[in-house]
């Protein structure tokens, strides 16, 4: 039965070719279940290549792309995982500044496996507890964060996992830090 934790939010998801397919799709569907809005959002219009570890998946269509977006229209962000996508991302300085847009404010963010990378670049986890793929773990700590391996971490408002394994508690974990909104930046 869907819940109304998350009515009358909208939620962005910045992706890009080369999500992880259940990393974008499962937490899509989580955020709509507690009665989220939910827009993908990507660098162009038109639609993303999504991939089921090295195999081509399924395209989702963008919503609106992102030189149309704005951080104040959205209440969280999620960031999937994939390895080309959220590489990708980190060479597009509008999508640094829409994910620091969105640490800055205090807004939560959500982001799974290779998501969290493009955090890095926006200056979003010096000093914050987090977990990812464990490749990333040495580009996480060199930023200064402290890197933890466990199935979901919260840490004011930052929400991150390892992997699709992961998914049911970092679903759920998003869905409560979404519902709770905003979080004092500085912690």
Not at 46 to 54: D, L, S, T, V
């Amino acid at each position: 039965m869907p819940s109304a934790a998350l009515a009358g939010k909208t939620i962005a998801v910045l992706a890009t070719d080369g999500f992880e397919q259940v990393e974008l799709t499962k937490p899509v569907e989580a955020l709509k279940a507690a009665g989220a809005t939910v827009e993908i959002i990507a660098p162009r219009a038109g639609e993303i290549q999504g991939f089921e570890h090295h195999d081509k998946g399924q395209t989702v269509a963008v919503d609106r792309a992102l030189d149309h977006a704005s951080v104040g229209d959205y209440a969280g962000l999620v960031l999937p995982g994939g390895v080309i996508n959220p590489d990708a991302l980190r060479l597009e300085p509008e999508a640094i500044a829409f994910i620091r847009g969105f640490t800055d404010a205090g807004k939560p963010v959500a982001a799974i496996c290779h998501g969290p990378w493009p955090l890095i670049d926006a200056g979003a986890v010096k000093g914050r507890t987090v977990t990812s793929w464990p490749s990333l773990r040495i580009d996480l700590e060199n930023a200064g964060a402290r890197w933890v391996d466990e199935e979901v971490v919260a840490d004011n408002g930052l929400v991150t996992s390892r992997n699709p394994d992961d998914l049911p508690a970092f679903c759920a974990k998003m869905v409560e830090e979404f519902a709770e909104g905003r979080h004092d930046p500085e912690g």
